[in-house]
Every structure is written in C-alpha cells, then in structure tokens.
C-alpha cells in the first residue's frame, strides 16, 4: 500500500482510489485511514503544482472521499474553505461541486454556505444562469431562500428579458456562431420554464423572450461574411487574367 500510494503518479491515483469508503462504482483500490495523511501529502502538493490540477483535486475530494478523510484534509488545510470560490458556469465549477459535498456532510460553516448562497443568487440573475436549479447545488438553499430567489428571478430577469437579450447581442463577439453564442441562454431560459410551469404569465414572457432570441439569430447570420459560391467563382466569367479566348483556330482561315 505504502509503495502504491507513495510510487503512483497522482494524476492515476485519483482515477483509481478512495480514501474512506464511498458510494461509487469503479473504485479499485480503497486507501485506509491509516494511509490518509500520507495520500493527503500528495494530493495537496499535487492540486498546488499546477493550475488545472487545483480542480481535479477538488472534485476528487468532492467525490471520493470519506468525512475522515476531509476532516483530516480541512485540518492541514485551514484555508481551504475560505479559498472556494463561486463562478458561472456553476456545473463546470469545481469548487461547487466541493461546496456541495461539505454541505451534505455537515463540514460546511454557515458562514460560508450564505456567502456562497449570496454569489449564485447574483450569478442566477446577472448571467443567467440556471444552474443553482441543479439538484446537488439546491442543497445550498433552504427553502424559503430559493423561493425568494425565484421570486427576485422572476422581477428582475423574466421581466425585463428583452433588456437582458439586447445586453447579449451588444457584447456579441463579431464572427462567432450565433447559435453557439446564445446558446447558454436559451438553454438557462428552457430551464427555467420548467421551473416555473405552473406560471403562466412567465411562461408567456419566456416564449417571447426565445422567439426574439431567434430573431437576433437570424440577424447575426445576415452580417456575417458570405463565404463566396465556389462554382459562381469560376463559371460565366468572361474577364480577368485566366481568361481563355473560345474562339477556335480555324475561325480565321479564309473560306
């Protein structure tokens, strides 16, 4: 076990363990308790070596560790909960996903949780975004506060969705797919509807709000460059340097 834990790149070992016993399939090879400090050791050195590995190992210990195992973690890492931070997209965001698991197993101070509550519920308006409907991130809201959330969501944003399309198509990067580029938020908006189903004056204004976003669309494909007609290119052109006279050889020869 020693030699496994200390010899194998983490990058592997994360793919390949638990430390604790957890609810998940495809776990070869369960670390001890008594191994915990030792694999702690090398996580640490390993989230902190590199940028993108900051986040694979938070979603390692998101999903494969134990509560021993966080405590342990949390103890020799006094900042760690302090540091989490909230971005949109929540389902890409690594941090959330450790925000969650803490939450779930009591690790997480109140403190913490209403700071983060109060960061989606901006990000759920400003963007928006509408992954704070995810069932594992819901968990962050107790019930009156997601409803009051919904209920500011509905105010600022299903109100004023025009507002909200007209500050999209201004920041639209010139070239870009127009369906690519709005595709975050019709998708968000699909959410929503969902959401709020049972509303129907929402719904309304939701369905407007994706009929203009196709419209808007549609405009951003007219002003894109025209790629030119390969075959217009080079048929029925009389003109230009590859011109080639069609006149036949023999035209002047005296009959």
């Avoid at 390993?46 to 973690?73: D, H, M, P, T, V």
């Avoid at 759920?124 to 919904?150: C, N, W």
Wanted: proline residues 4%.
């Amino acid at each position: 076990m020693d030699i496994y834990v200390s010899g194998t790149p983490v990058s592997t070992l994360i793919g390949e363990v638990s430390c604790g016993e957890v609810e998940l399939e495809g776990v070869k090879v369960v670390i001890p308790g008594s191994r915990f400090e030792l694999f702690s050791e090398r996580l640490e050195t390993f989230g902190r070596s590199r940028r993108e590995n900051q986040g694979k190992a938070y979603r390692f210990l998101a999903y494969r560790c134990s509560k021993e195992f966080l405590e342990i973690y949390i103890e020799r890492n006094e900042s760690l909960i302090d540091s989490l931070q909230v971005a949109s997209y929540f389902y890409a965001i690594a941090d959330i996903d450790l925000i969650v698991r803490l939450n779930e197993l009591g690790l997480l101070p109140e403190k913490k949780r209403i700071e983060v509550r109060e960061e989606i519920g901006t990000l759920a308006i400003e963007v928006p975004d509408s992954g704070f409907l995810a069932p594992d991130v819901r968990t962050l809201f107790k019930a009156d506060e997601l409803q009051a959330l919904m209920n500011r969501f509905k105010k600022e944003v299903v109100e004023n969705l025009e507002w909200h399309i007209d500050s999209w198509r201004s920041n639209y990067p010139s070239g870009e797919d127009p369906e690519s580029y709005f595709e975050p938020l019709v998708s968000a908006l699909n959410d929503f509807s969902q959401e709020m189903a049972s509303d129907g004056s929402a719904i309304q204004l939701i369905n407007d709000a994706q009929s203009s976003i196709q419209g808007t669309i549609e405009d951003l494909h007219s002003e894109l460059p025209q790629e030119p007609d390969y075959d217009d290119y080079y048929s029925g052109s009389d003109v230009g340097p590859y011109h080639v006279d069609q006149r036949s050889i023999f035209d002047d020869v005296d009959h």
